[in-house]
């Protein structure tokens, strides 16, 4: 029993990189589709909205297959690991991209409309007056987010990256000690998000208006 | 390797039934989320501790874990235990559980947040407590919470594809079977993609149907 806790612990270090990484690539792509969507140009919020659509209209390991499985057939070569931050990162970006546009639309109207009156660009009045007071309110949303990344990643364990629920799948098969493993790998999950939860809610309070 | 779809109207006969079976799934699995999660949320408010904290406990562990996690334990840990479940069950269960807690969680809300004069009044027309919840304090309160429910049958949908993992022979893994015999990843799990879209897009169709003729009863 004792001998299998350093392959959990190795394995739960891959879920921190692939849940770190999806994280800042979700981020990414869900700033550059809340642009898109709130953009001027027509045809920009037309791609944003598609993005949106067919990412959350369709499985996320049905995502992830066709990015490695299929993705050599269209000249797209990557090793598991970077397939799973890949595709769990586009996927998790179309998630954002609602939270973040969600956010930057429920700031008053009239805050642009000072901003303007006052003199400020376009750009200006976004980036000085609306972007940081939505920064604040999509501070828990995203955190939301962040904690199903963390679940989500468990479906790399399906094109075999060595990460907890592989690591647990193998050792449910070989161990005959099934609950253990689960309540092992299921510890180690919940530990992971329970810090990620702590960290939101720290930058929650920091970021409030006092 | 460039990309042929061709091959892929032969194989369509599979991939439909496929979709089929992640209907059956979905629907079944929805079901049990349903009234799991109204199950769930009765004994959470109103049970002695003694059964409240060992379902806390297990609604504390299926939210703080992946779902696949938990169909790798309910299919290949139940066996080890001599509980054999077919993968079908299995699959429907797994998911069943795993969205009637995040239901169950609504519900609670919902059922706090009605009023408390509906379960007073009832009680003194000659209702049992028990009668009372059932006849009128739970129908308001699913009521309420019907299209966050809705949102969650969704997200069960695109969750269904994990049961693939336990080999239900549902719309992902009859994508994979056609990839077996044709090697082409790319289209056959594009084509499974484009089902689950519509499928998708019809179970929009049909809750939104259900919100608005809730909304009418009002």
Redesign the interface.
């Given at each position: 029993m004792l001998t299998v806790y350093p392959y959990f612990l190795k394995a739960a270090w891959v879920t921190i990189q692939l849940s770190v990484l999806t994280t800042i690539l979700g981020l990414f792509c869900g700033g550059l589709g809340a642009a898109a969507r709130l953009s001027r140009f027509v045809v920009l919020r037309y791609i944003g909205a598609a993005y949106v659509s067919?990412i959350r209209?369709?499985?996320?390991?049905?995502?992830l297959?066709?990015l490695y499985?299929?993705?050599?057939?269209?000249g797209i070569q990557l090793d598991a690991f970077e397939a799973g931050v890949i595709g769990l990162g586009v996927n998790i970006g179309a998630y954002m991209t609602e939270t973040i546009r969600g956010a930057i639309i429920s700031i008053d109207k009239g805050q642009i409309e000072a901003a303007r009156t006052l003199g400020m660009s376009r750009g200006q009045s976004f980036r000085k007056v609306v972007l940081p007071q939505a920064m604040r309110l999509m501070i828990r949303p995203l955190g939301v987010n962040i904690n199903a990344l963390i679940?989500?990643?468990?479906?790399v364990?399906?094109i075999s990256v060595v990460e907890?629920?592989y690591t647990?799948?193998r050792y449910?098969?070989s161990t005959?000690?099934?609950?253990e493993?689960?309540l092992i790998?299921?510890i180690l999950?919940?530990i992971i998000?329970y810090i990620t939860s702590r960290a939101v809610t720290w930058l929650d309070n920091k970021a409030k208006i006092v | 390797m460039g990309l042929d779809f061709s091959v892929v109207p032969d194989y369509l006969d599979v991939i439909f039934l496929g979709a089929l079976w992640t209907i059956a799934i979905t629907v079944g699995a929805a079901v049990l989320s349903f009234f799991g999660g109204i199950f769930f949320a009765v004994i959470a408010l109103y049970a002695p501790t003694l059964v409240r904290l060992p379902l806390r406990a297990f609604e504390w562990l299926f939210m703080g874990t992946p779902l696949l996690l938990q169909l790798f334990l309910i299919y290949f840990g139940l066996v080890q235990i001599g509980i054999d479940l077919p993968a079908f069950v299995a699959g429907v269960v797994g998911l069943g559980l795993h969205f009637a807690v995040y239901n169950s969680e609504l519900i609670q809300t919902a059922i706090v947040a009605v009023d408390k004069g509906q379960m007073e009044a009832a009680r003194t027309v000659g209702l049992s407590r028990g009668q009372a919840l059932r006849k009128v304090v739970i129908p308001q309160a699913v009521r309420d919470v019907i299209p966050p429910i809705g949102n969650n049958m969704i997200a069960l949908l695109k969750d269904s594809a994990l049961v693939s993992v336990i080999g239900v022979t549902e719309l992902t893994l009859s994508a994979q079977l056609a990839i077996g015999r044709t090697y082409r990843p790319f289209e056959f799990y594009v084509v499974a993609a484009l089902f689950y879209y519509i499928i998708n897009l019809g179970m929009e169709a049909v809750l939104r149907r259900i919100e608005r003729r809730v909304q009418a009863a009002r």
């Open positions: 067919f209209g369709t499985p996320a390991l049905i995502q297959f066709i499985f299929g993705g050599p057939q269209i679940k989500g990643t468990a479906l364990a399906a907890l629920t647990a799948q449910i098969g005959y000690k099934p609950f493993m689960f790998s299921g999950y919940m998000i | -």
